[in-house]
């Protein structure tokens, strides 16, 4: 398989979780997103001084963030998020822990960007990391990188559109629309776009511990340069 991971920058992957203008309703706006971080720190049982220094991070810094005094970078993000235990994305959901059906509509789901394509999280605020369904859209020609993934659970995959090669273990299967995977997420696997257009994909992983994280070892987020 090409090992190309994308054409800006070979061997990096990177989601571009943007800061939506304030007054956003359920978007990560300064007035939402503090509120968040807070009640996900104190359902960890973490006070300010302990997240911060699970973290790295000063005790100010996560105070302004949790006021709405202060934008956070992604990085900041990310690390708070590692200390939490959480996923990036539950910064921006709203209520998370409260909801007990979902519905979102086509109109009003958040894509994220990362170096590779972008996702749209079909389970927002309701998934908790048992199940978590995306639609992802893959660049042209651009893959997962050197080194295999593996998590804990499941994963099933759906090819909506273009051509994406998955290996798993030594068998590559070739997805084209209407072409299913499903296989115990354990076994070393990649993926690769084969397509000159973009490729779409319905991603569904099923994590089998609720500390794991796959969505972040299939695109892991790094900061914009």
């Known amino acids: 398989m ?30 939402g997103l503090g509120p968040r971080l807070r009640d996900l720190r104190e359902a960890g049982g973490l006070s300010l001084r302990a997240l911060a220094d699970q973290s790295g991070l000063s005790v100010n810094t996560i105070a302004l963030v949790e006021n709405g005094k202060t934008s956070p970078s992604v990085s900041t993000l990310q690390k708070i998020a590692s200390a939490l235990n959480v996923p990036l994305v539950a910064f921006f959901m709203a209520d998370p822990a409260r909801k007990k059906v979902t519905c979102t509509y086509a109109r009003q789901r958040k894509k994220f960007a990362f170096e590779s394509g972008a996702l749209e999280d079909l389970g ?3 998934s908790g990391g048992c199940f978590e369904p995306f639609v992802i859209t893959l660049d042209p020609h651009t893959n997962s990188g050197i080194d295999p993934i593996l998590h804990t659970g499941y994963e099933f995959v759906y090819c909506l559109k273009g051509r994406i090669a998955y290996i798993v273990e030594t068998t590559r299967y070739i997805l084209e629309p209407g072409d299913s995977l499903f296989f115990e997420a354990h076994l070393p696997h990649c993926w690769q776009n084969l397509h000159d257009g973009s490729s779409e994909q319905l991603l569904v992983l099923c994590p089998a511990d609720e500390r794991d994280r796959p969505l972040e070892r299939h695109f892991t987020p790094a900061e914009s340069q």
């Open 2 to 31: 090409n090992r190309k991971r994308s054409q800006n920058r070979p061997g990096s992957r990177r989601f571009d979780f943007p800061i939506p203008d304030a007054g956003q309703p359920g978007c990560g706006d300064e007035a």
């Open 124 to 126: 927002e605020g309701l």
